[in-house]
C-alpha cells in the first residue's frame, strides 16, 4: 500500500511539474457541453434577427446597366483648314469609353459617316464628349472640332429615338465652329450583380498617319457582384505617375491614359508598355 500510495504522489508531482496546476474544470464534459449549446443558441438568435432586418428593410432597386446607340450622320463645318480638303473623322466619349468613325476622305467641311454605335451607358452619365479630327498622313491629325451634348431626357426616361443637329466648338469660338447631326437611341436591361464592363485600349483601325489611339468597350459574363473598391486612378499616389506617364505619352488623351491604368490596377510599368503597343 505504501509503495502504490508513493508512486500515485509521484505521478502527480510529474503532472504539476511538467504541465503546471491543471485549470478549474478541466475534464468537465458537462460545463463545456452547456457553452456549446449557449454559443449555438446566440448564433441562432443572431442569425435569426438578421433575417428580420432584412426582411423590414426597405426594397433596394437593382443596378441596371442601359445600352446607347448613337447614330454618328453627318457634320457641316463653317471652315476647311488647310490647303487640301480635309479627311474628318469622329471621336465620341461615352464616360470612359471612346470609339471612333471611319474616315471620310475630302470631306471636308461636309463629312458624312452614317455610323452606329451601340455601347453601354455607366450609372450616372447624362452627357458625351464629341470631337472631329482631320486625319494627316505624317503630321499630327488636327482637332478641328469639339463639344460636350446633353444625352436628350426622353432619350434616357422614355426610350424615344431622337434626331438633332448640335452646336460645336472650335478656333471660330464657342458655338461657332459648326454642327454635328446626331441620332440617339436607349434600351433598358435590367441586370442584377452588373459591375462596369471592363475596357480594352486597341490601337487605331489606320496604320498611316499619326492618329491618335482608341478604346473599345470588351463585354464578358456578367461578373459576381463584390464589395465596391478604389478605383486606382482615385488614390492619391496615382496623380503623380499619371502625370509622368502623360508626359511621356503627349499625344493620348489623359482619359485613355487613366482607362489604361485602370485596366492595369494601378501598375505603372504595365501601363506603359500597353501605351507602347498601342501607338505603335
Not at 201 to 225: D, H, I, L, Q
Not at 258 to 275: E, F, H, P, R, W
Amino acid at each position: 500500500m505504501e509503495t502504490e500510495r508513493r508512486t500515485d504522489l509521484y505521478e502527480e508531482w510529474k503532472k504539476r511539474a511538467f504541465l503546471g496546476p491543471l485549470p478549474q474544470g478541466f475534464l468537465r464534459v458537462e460545463e463545456r457541453s452547456v457553452q456549446q449549446q449557449q454559443e449555438a443558441a446566440d448564433e441562432q438568435a443572431a442569425l435569426a434577427l438578421h433575417q428580420l432586418q432584412m426582411q423590414n428593410a426597405p426594397a433596394v432597386h437593382e443596378p441596371h446597366v442601359g445600352r446607347l446607340g448613337i447614330t454618328i450622320v453627318q457634320a457641316n463645318l463653317v471652315k476647311n483648314y488647310g490647303m487640301t480638303r480635309m479627311d474628318p473623322y469622329v471621336r465620341l466619349r461615352v464616360g470612359h469609353a471612346v470609339y471612333e468613325t471611319h474616315t471620310c476622305s475630302n470631306g471636308a467641311k461636309n463629312p458624312h459617316w452614317n455610323k452606329v454605335i451601340q455601347c453601354c451607358l455607366p450609372l450616372g452619365v447624362t452627357r458625351i464628349y464629341v470631337e472631329i479630327y482631320d486625319e494627316c498622313s505624317f503630321v499630327m491629325d488636327e482637332l478641328i472640332a469639339w463639344g460636350h451634348i446633353d444625352i436628350p431626357p426622353q432619350v434616357l426616361q422614355n426610350g424615344e429615338t431622337h434626331e438633332d443637329w448640335y452646336m460645336l466648338s472650335g478656333k471660330q469660338g464657342d458655338y461657332q465652329e459648326g454642327m454635328i447631326n446626331l441620332v440617339f437611341s436607349y434600351t433598358t436591361k435590367v441586370h442584377p450583380y452588373v459591375s462596369a464592363p471592363p475596357i480594352m485600349m486597341v490601337p487605331s483601325s489606320r496604320r498611316y498617319g499619326m492618329r491618335k489611339c482608341s478604346s473599345v468597350n470588351v463585354y464578358t459574363t456578367p461578373p459576381v457582384a463584390t464589395a465596391p473598391s478604389t478605383v486606382p486612378s482615385a488614390m492619391p499616389s496615382a496623380e503623380i505617375q499619371l502625370k509622368q506617364i502623360s508626359e511621356m505619352f503627349p499625344n493620348v488623351d489623359r482619359e485613355v491614359i487613366k482607362s489604361v491604368y485602370d485596366a492595369n490596377n494601378g501598375k505603372k510599368d504595365v501601363t506603359i508598355n500597353s501605351l507602347l503597343q498601342m501607338c505603335e
